[in-house]
T-cell receptor, first 116, second 113 residues
Framework: AQKITQTQPGMFVQEKEAVTLDCTYD???????LFWYKQPSSGEMIFLIY??????QNATEGRYSLNFQKARKSANLVISASQLGDSAMYFC?????????????FGAGTRLFVKA | GAGVSQSPSNKVTEKGKDVELRCDPI?????LYWYRQRLGQGLEFLIY????????KSGLPSDRFSAERTGESVSTLTIQRTQQEDSAVYLC???????????FGEGSRLTVL
């Protein structure tokens, strides 16, 4: 069963506008973490933001915020004031406990195109 | 350097040959991951090492794939009898214990002819 679902293969946004990238997850572990990573065309993986399952407030990092809705098991990434450099693949990831430690798995990704 | 180091950065091999990919994690990071990323696709979990615990091998696609890690240091991913479908970028990542984000290497691009 798919544990991390990103339903938007591609998204377009106008420069300077906000965009929301969707992510839903499935876990029975009460303690888990959610991450977003950016992968530009260069291929490097860039950590953007983290949300813990027990965190009361939504995480924010500069122009990035995570809209965490625990009951709905969603962890959408909001990018405000989009810039041309935001054009990239974006991956949602979940870290959950398993025997021996914590495993991190990734969604299929959303490709974001920022238009000038 | 201070980051995750992977080698080789590029490997071209013939079908049926064995390959070894190496990952040198950030010093002190107890967790180490291998992922496979085919062109235009997401990250496919392969294997996870956490300290001295038994590795989680649940993502290895076949018995041609294996990985080792000595303590909390270097890891090698071995692919035996390579097939064309093994062509991908193999990404290694490490993290500080069970918390914190993953730090990724630049990947090893494998091309099987």
């Amino acid at each position: 069963a798919q544990k991390i679902t990103q339903t938007q293969p591609g998204m377009f946004v106008q420069e300077k506008e906000a965009v929301t990238l969707d992510c839903t997850y499935d876990t029975s572990d009460p303690s888990y973490g959610l991450f977003w990573y950016k992968q530009p065309s260069s291929g490097e993986m860039i950590f953007l933001i983290y949300q813990g399952s027990y965190d009361q407030q939504n995480a924010t990092e500069g122009r990035y915020s995570l809209n965490f809705q625990k009951a709905r098991k969603s962890a959408n990434l909001v990018i405000s004031a989009s810039q041309l450099g935001d054009s990239a693949m974006y991956f949602c990831a979940m870290r959950e406990s398993n025997t021996g430690g914590f495993k991190t798995i990734f969604g299929a990704g959303t490709r974001l195109f920022v238009k000038a | 350097g201070a980051g995750v180091s992977q080698s080789p950065s590029n490997k071209v091999t013939e079908k049926g040959k064995d390959v070894e990919l190496r990952c040198d994690p950030i010093s002190g990071h107890t967790a180490l991951y291998w992922y496979r990323q085919r062109l235009g696709q997401g990250l496919e979990f392969l294997i996870y090492f956490q300290g001295n615990s038994a590795p989680d091998k649940s993502g290895l696609p076949s018995d041609r794939f294996s990985a080792e890690r000595t303590g909390e240091s270097v890891s090698t991913l071995t692919i035996q009898r390579t097939q064309q479908e093994d062509s991908a970028v193999y990404l290694c990542a490490s993290s500080l214990g069970s918390t914190g984000e993953l730090f990724f290497g630049e990947g090893s691009r494998l091309t099987v002819l």
